[in-house]
């Protein structure tokens, strides 16, 4: 917990739905302050409480799992069981105290709860709804249920990526949904500055697989222009050779590139073949990328004697672009961001100390941070209908007698 | 592996969405830029003093698209001053 004040204090976000995609734009909103609230039921949990792994001590429980916890830091947990007409009444009332709501169900859904951006903005018309799903709230294939891991592959991702003769790979995880995620919650603060200003919100309608195609955007540009089709070559480049991961000492990797002859004799240096910057079969980038083979083989001889830090550290002091490949270990060890406090341990109620994510920014004079751990399911019914939404002990009695909290 | 090589990737699309099927094909840049639903949502888009086609703007605003203002490079038309002050209002 902060003592400093926070960019977004005061704002009010809603969530309804889950996994990653609405929930990340609501957490990385809460690590700077807005107080965020995530709507779900035990009946239907988010998803990422019980259907993906890693659980704490490998055991199932809407309270364990990491993935829950690496989106909803920094929330409150309520919840509001929608099946009921109690149910969206009271989900009604957080629409009108809050400021923004996030939602990522299929599109129609929270129309078909009653739930809808113009039903809701009509009692509070500052209201900003920022609605994300996989295709977007229109289209012809607007209801298409998916995740971003196959995403990936309809916005072009996968095709790109994998050597020329083999199948396309997927990514590891679900990509699209960070691309999408990012720029939903920049869409989200603009969308808030402006209702600010004016007394008029609005509704977002994001599709993930067109923020993923701003990912796409050269090549997508490059066949509107040439016709040309671009194709996954591996790990090589079309402007730039040496580009590659290399073998290190004791199973390591080491990842580089040559962006220009000058970095190329850099390199050439720096492994002690300076020889390699003048000979006409690496000098120039053709060349090098006609002779890649042995090139690759001369690298590699030099990177599988060092480990995978040593290497990179000595190219990057020549100004060679380099990084280890790095574990999940490696990730928690790393003093870079050990420095920028990148992981930041709370205490979870049933997971004990856990290490939570911060976000890649933070504002030097409102520093954002791990506000608190994330919520167990409705842990914070009480606080959020009786202190923020003000519902009277009759209204909150009435409410969970009709099992409006399950 | 047998079946999936008997239909062409749109088909599929399409099929997976008649029958709420999670699962997408492998497009191309071609394939995305013929896809009906990104036509739909008009989403590649030109620009004046551009010949070329563009990404649109990310999101959706209240049912329209914003346009993209201006070509790569090109000068940023700003509002003149007195108005962007009378038109403010918190910063």
């Not at chain 1, 009946?43 to 993906?52: E, K, S």
């Not at chain 1, 990842?255 to 002859?261: E, I, K, R, T």
């Not at chain 1, 914070?380 to 209908?385: A, E, G, I, P, S």
């Not at chain 2, 047998?2 to 599929?12: G, P, Q």
Request: with cysteine; charged share 20%; net charge neutral.
């Amino acid at each position: 917990m902060t003592a400093l004040p926070q960019a977004l204090a005061g704002l009010k976000v809603l969530e309804f739905g889950g996994y990653a995609a609405g929930p990340h734009i609501g957490k990385m909103l809460a690590n700077f302050g807005a107080q965020t609230i995530h709507v779900e039921s035990h009946d239907r949990p988010d998803g990422f409480r019980v259907q993906y792994p890693p659980f704490k001590d490998d055991r199932v429980g809407y309270n364990r799992s990491g993935c829950f916890a690496f989106f909803n830091d920094s929330k409150y947990s309520v919840t509001v069981d929608l099946k009921k007409p109690a149910g969206v009444e009271l989900a009604r009332r957080l629409a009108k105290w809050c400021d923004l709501i996030i939602e990522n169900m299929r599109p129609g859904v929270m129309e078909r709860l009653g739930l809808g951006y113009r039903m809701l903005a009509a009692p509070n018309p500052r209201l900003v709804m920022l609605s994300t799903c996989n295709m977007g709230q229109t289209g012809p294939r607007a209801d298409q249920p998916g995740f971003g891991s196959q995403l990936s592959a309809l916005a072009g991702f996968c095709g790109m990526t994998g050597v020329p003769d083999g199948p396309p790979m997927l990514l590891y995880g679900p990509y699209i949904d960070y691309v999408a995620s990012l720029l939903g919650a920049s869409a989200a603060l603009a969308a808030v500055f402006k209702s600010r200003r004016s007394g008029k919100g609005c509704h977002i309608d994001v599709s993930q697989y067109e923020c993923g195609l701003m990912f796409m955007a050269g090549a997508l540009q490059d066949y509107f222009a040439s016709g040309r089709l671009a194709q996954r070559r591996g790990n090589d480049d079309a402007d730039a050779a040496p580009h590659g991961a290399f073998p290190c000492r004791d199973g390591e990797w080491v990842a580089l590139s040559c962006w220009s002859d000058a970095e190329f004799a850099a390199l050439a240096a720096t492994i002690g073949k300076s020889g390699l910057a003048a000979d006409p079969a690496f000098a120039a980038l053709a060349a090098r990328q006609a002779h890649r083979v042995e090139l690759e083989t001369v690298i590699a001889a030099w990177t599988r004697s060092r480990t995978a830090d040593a290497a990179a550290e000595a190219l990057q002091a020549a100004g060679v672009a380099a990084y280890p490949v790095v574990t999940m270990a490696g990730l928690f060890t790393d003093p870079q961001l050990h420095a920028r406090r990148n992981f930041r341990v709370r205490r979870h109620p049933e997971m004990g100390d856990h290490c939570y994510c911060f976000p890649g920014f933070d504002l030097a004079e409102t520093p954002g941070d791990i506000i608190g751990p994330a919520p167990c399911v409705g842990a914070d019914n009480d606080f959020v209908f009786r202190d923020l939404v003000g519902l009277t002990e009759a209204e909150y009695e009435s409410y969970r007698s009709q099992g409006v909290f399950g | 592996m047998k079946f999936f090589a008997t239909i062409s990737k749109r088909e599929f699309l399409t099929e997976g969405h008649r029958r709420e099927m999670l699962g997408y094909p492998v497009s191309t840049v071609a394939d995305i830029a013929t896809d009906p639903q990104l036509e739909a949502r008009q989403f590649f888009a030109r620009v004046a003093g551009s010949a070329e086609t563009f990404c649109g703007a990310f999101a959706i605003l209240d049912g329209k698209r914003p346009a993209l203002r201006h070509a790569p490079g090109a000068p940023v038309a700003t509002a003149p001053r007195r108005q962007r002050q009378r038109s403010g209002g918190q910063p």
